[in-house]
């Protein structure tokens, strides 16, 4: 088995927009009992993963925030732990530490984690400079600082490796034939209302999502085992026609119109694989041939 016997009760420190916790007992169905390596590239609040606690996996994003985040969370929690117990909650402190930029890796880790635990809604959006612009939160005693959770955490992604990369290059440069990859994206746009997706200061374009598609059926054909979570519209569903496709229902209360908060439909998309022994070895056979030939003659 690839999943490990460590603490059972890690979970998501981070708040997080489109966040799958929800969604786990479903998605559990879905994925493999036998893979080599868990590849997340849009690894968001991590859900899944800490739900999984593969023994090793690649979890990447292009946010360099959260990456730097999730690498002092493994690395020195305890130094996280410490400086986010002293963050008082008031919207004076909000702004001022909204307002820095920390140039000390811990202390980012920490402004990220107090900002994500005391914004409006838990968002986390930037402008087009990659400034972080959420306006306060208004809540009855929020916890800041959640050790044990965070303690677990560190625990859950001591073996993870953590990459600060785009999709493409994730998915191009280190998957291999016979791992999990979970694909949850910025979602495909179904109201003029959600446009909650600008987690860096780059947009996920509608190209980006066919893009996307492609590389999950070209993974999948190599002997990847891919699950994909997206919107549940015309657009996606055709896309990725021919996958299976699950119709599944989520509570999602982030959204400019109230009136459009609530229970949504969104598709989980199941791309085919190779399922036998036989098929993976023979793929990552070549896949190791072909990355040989490539480092041989200077290619990436």
Same mark, same amino acid.
């Given at each position: 088995?690839?999943?490990?016997?460590?603490?059972?009760?890690?979970?998501?420190?981070?708040?997080?927009?489109?966040?799958?916790?929800?969604?786990?007992?479903?998605?559990?169905?879905?994925?493999?009992?036998? *893979?080599?390596?868990?590849?997340?590239?849009?690894?968001?609040?991590? @859900?899944? *993963?800490?739900?999984?606690? #593969? %023994?090793?996996?690649?979890?990447?994003?292009?946010?360099?925030?959260?990456?730097?985040?999730?690498?002092?969370?493994?690395?020195?929690?305890?130094?996280?732990? =410490?400086?986010?117990?002293?963050?008082?909650?008031?919207?004076?402190?909000?702004?001022?530490?909204?307002?820095?930029? #920390?140039?000390?890796? +811990?202390?980012?880790?920490?402004?990220?984690?107090?900002?994500?635990? !005391?914004?409006?809604?838990?968002?986390?959006?930037?402008?087009?400079?990659?400034?972080?612009?959420?306006?306060?939160?208004?809540? !009855?005693?929020? +916890?800041?600082?959640?050790?044990?959770?965070?303690?677990?955490?560190?625990?859950?992604?001591?073996?993870?490796?953590?990459?600060?990369?785009?999709?493409?290059?994730?998915?191009?440069?280190?998957?291999?034939?016979?791992?999990?990859?979970?694909?949850?994206?910025?979602?495909?746009? %179904?109201?003029?209302?959600?446009?909650? =997706?600008?987690?860096?200061?780059?947009?996920?374009?509608?190209?980006?999502?066919?893009?996307?598609?492609?590389?999950?059926?070209?993974?999948?054909?190599?002997?990847?085992?891919?699950?994909?979570?997206?919107?549940?519209?015309?657009?996606?569903?055709?896309?990725?026609?021919?996958?299976?496709?699950?119709?599944?229902?989520?509570?999602?209360?982030?959204?400019?119109? #109230?009136?459009?908060?609530?229970? +949504?439909?969104? @598709?989980?998309? %199941?791309?085919?694989?190779?399922?036998?022994?036989?098929?993976?070895?023979?793929?990552?056979?070549?896949?190791?041939?072909?990355?040989?030939?490539?480092?041989? *003659?200077?290619?990436?």
């Amino acid at each position: 088995m690839v999943i490990s016997h460590t603490i059972r009760n890690a979970s998501p420190f981070l708040k997080w927009a489109g966040g799958k916790t929800q969604l786990l007992p479903t998605l559990l169905n879905y994925v493999p009992t036998h *893979f080599h390596t868990y590849i997340e590239p849009f690894l968001g609040g991590g @859900a899944l *993963f800490f739900e999984l606690q #593969p %023994v090793k996996a690649i979890l990447a994003d292009s946010n360099p925030e959260l990456i730097n985040c999730y690498t002092m969370v493994r690395d020195r929690v305890e130094d996280v732990i =410490k400086v986010l117990s002293d963050y008082p909650y008031s919207e004076e402190f909000y702004y001022a530490i909204r307002a820095e930029r #920390p140039r000390d890796p +811990v202390m980012r880790a920490a402004r990220m984690i107090y900002l994500n635990r !005391t914004c409006y809604n838990g968002l986390y959006r930037v402008n087009k400079q990659g400034q972080f612009n959420v306006p306060f939160g208004r809540y !009855t005693n929020p +916890v800041i600082c959640d050790p044990e959770r965070l303690r677990a955490g560190s625990y859950a992604l001591r073996n993870a490796e953590l990459r600060c990369v785009d999709y493409q290059e994730m998915l191009c440069k280190y998957v291999k034939p016979g791992d999990f990859v979970y694909l949850d994206p910025p979602y495909h746009l %179904v109201s003029k209302y959600s446009d909650f =997706k600008r987690y860096t200061a780059e947009f996920f374009y509608i190209d980006d999502q066919r893009i996307l598609a492609k590389m999950a059926r070209e993974l999948a054909a190599q002997g990847c085992y891919v699950l994909v979570s997206n919107s549940y519209c015309d657009f996606i569903l055709d896309i990725y026609e021919g996958c299976e496709i699950v119709e599944v229902a989520a509570k999602r209360n982030i959204n400019k119109d #109230p009136e459009k908060r609530g229970e +949504v439909k969104e @598709a989980l998309i %199941v791309c085919k694989h190779y399922s036998t022994h036989h098929q993976i070895t023979h793929q990552l056979a070549l896949w190791e041939a072909s990355r040989e030939s490539s480092l041989q *003659f200077g290619k990436p």
